[in-house]
């Protein structure tokens, strides 16, 4: 029998046409003997709509990403709780008559960001017991919170790369103050970071103190809460990480590196999705194997303290001197084939399509929240 699923993309975040992307991505790879699939895209403005399976529809054209517009047939959530052995149902509301859709056995949630990556969607799953891909609500909440993140992280003896929070409240009262605390205890470059953002949104490299003022107005923009942390003399490297089945131990990928070249100031936004500047990767990152096994164990590590499910890509800087602090966790990292996180497990011999397929299945088991 095959499985049902239905990938959730779009979204209320800026991140939207990258989420689209990635349901392009895996609409183009997933096997569709095995697997039937509802295409469901949320618009920016919120509302759930029945939209097209077709990959093609949903790749980038002349440097532009995809968007669900907002017609289309609205998707109905089921009125009770999904019960165990039962058919998860969905609808759609058309011409004013309601219309059964699919009965579906796993949401897989392809959204980044806000109102989807951190915990929100989650939350909504769990209290209709539909099993879904990927992290649960506390966790998804965690890792979206960079902030929250490092605290966690900390407590279990990682290190994390240094650097203060501000929020836009205080800014507001005592920027001086902040300023002054910045030019005292943290050498420039500073990076300015919305702490519940992704895909480089509202970031800012910040070399003079007097292009600090602009960079906390464009975080702000995307986040009431923003870290401004130290500008690192050190490696960028990612590792992929999937969930243990039956108690084991995190799987762990080979790291790769992305390498920027010197026209761009860092990895931002347009770098990584619309070949802007000069950007390298390379998988597997040139490291002695030493130092690659502490990665490895590091991404682990991290997994676990969050308390992860399913998947996550943990980016991670290594020093001159060889130290490996963590720079942030994303638990539903970018999917197209040609992402960071498939080439990983590429690299180690699982497939785009069987990636894909190992998510879902893991998926279809997993045990929701508290009964």
Request: charged share 25%.
């Amino acid at each position: 029998m095959s499985t049902t699923v239905a990938l959730l993309f779009g979204g209320r975040s800026g991140e939207h046409g990258i989420s689209c992307v990635t349901a392009g991505g895996i609409l183009a790879a997933i096997d569709r003997e095995r697997f039937d699939v509802v295409a469901i895209g949320i618009t920016r403005e919120g509302r759930w709509l029945h939209v097209s399976d077709d990959p093609s529809d949903w790749t980038l054209v002349d440097g532009r990403a995809p968007e669900v517009a907002s017609a289309g047939d609205e998707v109905l959530l089921p009125d009770v709780r999904h019960r165990p052995g039962e058919p998860i149902t969905l609808r759609t509301l058309r011409d004013g008559a309601v219309h059964d859709l699919a009965d579906v056995d796993v949401v897989w949630p392809l959204l980044h960001g806000s109102y989807g990556e951190d915990g929100t969607v989650q939350g909504m799953l769990e209290m209709l017991d539909i099993p879904y891909v990927g992290s649960g609500v506390l966790a998804s909440a965690t890792a979206m919170d960079k902030a929250a993140t490092k605290l966690v992280l900390r407590a279990a003896g990682l290190e994390c790369a240094p650097g203060i929070v501000i929020h836009e409240d205080r800014w507001a009262a005592e920027s001086h103050r902040v300023l002054a605390h910045l030019r005292k205890h943290h050498p420039l470059p500073w990076f300015v970071k919305p702490a519940r953002a992704g895909s480089s949104l509202g970031v800012t490299r910040v070399n003079d103190p007097s292009q600090l003022e602009a960079a906390m107005k464009d975080a702000f923009a995307e986040d009431p809460k923003v870290l401004v942390e130290e500008g690192l003399d050190a490696r960028e490297v990612e590792c992929g990480v999937l969930q243990g089945r039956d108690g084991q131990e995190p799987g762990t990928t080979l790291p790769g590196e992305v390498k920027v070249g010197d026209d761009l100031e860092f990895y931002d936004y347009e770098a990584k999705y619309f070949g802007k500047g000069t950007v390298s990767i390379d998988v597997p990152v040139a490291l002695p194997d030493g130092l690659l096994e502490e990665i490895r164990e590091t991404a682990s590590r991290a997994f676990t303290a969050l308390g992860l499910e399913g998947l996550a890509r943990v980016d991670m800087f290594v020093t001159r001197d060889q130290r490996v602090l963590i720079n942030e966790v994303n638990t539903m990292p970018g999917f197209t084939p040609y992402s960071m996180f498939p080439v990983l497990w590429e690299n180690m011999g699982l497939r785009y399509p069987d990636l894909i397929a190992e998510l879902i299945d893991r998926a279809r088991t997993r045990r929701l929240g508290p009964r």
